[in-house]
């Protein structure tokens, strides 16, 4: 959908200084087999920042890390994110776009995700999202 709304018209009409994508954890699955592999999800990634390019050439790109999820650093999920993440920054690095992985801030030392920063173990919540504001500020800015 994100690819899409580049294509028709979300990015039209105006020129954006700086462009934030978070992308790449609804194509994870409770069921490997049933989701696309890291490679293609790091393939439509790109085609997302080619559709940027395209659309807002003077903007800044930032792609953020896909989040960490489930509650516990033994989540199922952690590895496939892991995975994901190490190809995405590779290919945002390659296309000139500012990788952010704020991640580890929302972490606890041993790992785990407190229900207050994501309710779910998935979303942020409002104390994510004030860390996460953090980190966009700190690298916009910087």
Not at 97 to 118: C, H, K, N, V, Y
Request: aromatic share 8%.
């Amino acid at each position: 959908n994100v690819l899409w709304r580049c294509e028709n018209g979300q990015l039209d009409g105006y020129a954006a200084r700086n462009v934030m994508l978070l992308v790449g954890t609804n194509n994870l699955n409770w069921y490997p087999e049933l989701s696309p592999s890291a490679e293609e999800v790091v393939a439509g990634v790109s085609k997302v920042l080619s559709a940027i390019a395209a659309k807002q050439p003077k903007a800044r790109v930032f792609v953020s890390a896909v989040l960490p999820r489930g509650e516990r650093p033994d989540n199922p999920f952690r590895p496939q994110v892991a995975r994901l993440n190490a190809l995405l920054k590779a290919e945002v690095e390659l296309r000139g776009a500012r990788w952010m992985d704020f991640s580890s801030e929302l972490l606890q030392p041993d790992g785990s995700i407190l229900s207050e920063t994501m309710g779910d173990f998935l979303h942020i919540g409002s104390s994510g999202y004030r860390i996460w504001l953090n980190a966009i500020e700190r690298s916009i800015f910087k």
